[in-house]
């Protein structure tokens, strides 16, 4: 089952604009990270922020997260045509298996020049 | 060079058939992981294995085999293949206990016809 849901599915904006994607989720975590994926490539880790934290910063990324309403925001401002991507949530919750990232299903992302 | 490298990128297939997927990463990780991501682009945990142990393996047919020859490799090996195995396939490794983030490789993108 998917621990993260998206939301917005998909996302258009002009460039400059900023884009905030959110990511709800179900259990407790240790931490919630967001990855980049462009077409046909792998995901790349963007930012990760603990569960102890509320709102992190990492030049143009701006992440919240709301541990009392299992949510979370990735903002992008002054987006730009290379932006263009899908943007994925991940939860990392620890068992004692160790931790394990689970995937939200993602907000596709374009930015029209 | 290349932090997590998975070989091949493309694998088309007849059903029946035998097929296997390799995985290597050079950043010292302790822990490897197999995920599928489908045509909806949702990604789901199939394997993970830490130190020659699987720790995780998420309702995926025993078909699908995971190989390790040693912590730098994690190889998938997938017997009798089937149309709805057709998907992307993506390795990653991580540190187990440091609920930090995965590094990716650029996925294997496998079609069964």
């Known amino acids: 089952s998917q621990q993260g849901e998206e939301d917005p599915q998909a996302l258009s904006i002009q460039e400059g604009e900023n884009a905030t994607m959110n990511c709800s989720y179900k259990?407790?975590?240790?931490?919630l990270q967001w990855y980049r994926q462009n077409s046909g490539r792998g995901l790349v880790h963007l930012i990760l922020i603990r569960s102890n934290e509320r709102e992190k910063h990492s030049g143009r990324l701006r992440v919240t997260l709301d541990t009392s309403k299992k949510s979370s925001s990735l903002l992008i401002t002054a987006s730009r045509a290379a932006d263009t991507a899908s943007y994925f949530c991940?939860?990392?919750?620890?068992?004692?298996?160790?931790?394990?990232?689970?995937f939200g299903g993602g907000t596709r992302l374009m930015v029209k020049p | 060079d290349t932090a997590v490298s998975q070989t091949p990128k493309y694998l088309v297939t007849q059903m029946g058939n035998d097929k296997s997927i390799k995985c290597e990463q050079n950043?010292?990780?302790?822990?490897m992981y197999w995920y599928k991501q489908d045509s909806k682009k949702f990604l789901k945990i199939m394997f993970s294995y830490n130190n020659k142990e699987l720790i995780i393996n998420e309702t995926v047919p025993n078909r699908f085999s995971p190989k390790s020859p040693d912590k730098a490799h994690l190889n998938l090996h997938i017997n009798s293949l089937e149309l709805g195995d057709s998907a992307v396939y993506f390795c990653?490794?991580?540190?187990?206990?440091?609920?930090?983030?995965?590094?990716f490789g650029s996925g294997t993108r496998l079609t069964v016809v």
């Open positions: 990653a490794s991580s540190y187990r206990d440091s609920g930090g983030s995965y590094t």
């Open positions: 259990t407790s975590i240790n931490n």
């Open positions: 950043l010292g990780h302790d822990t």
């Open positions: 991940a939860t990392d919750a620890y068992n004692n298996a160790g931790n394990m990232l689970t």
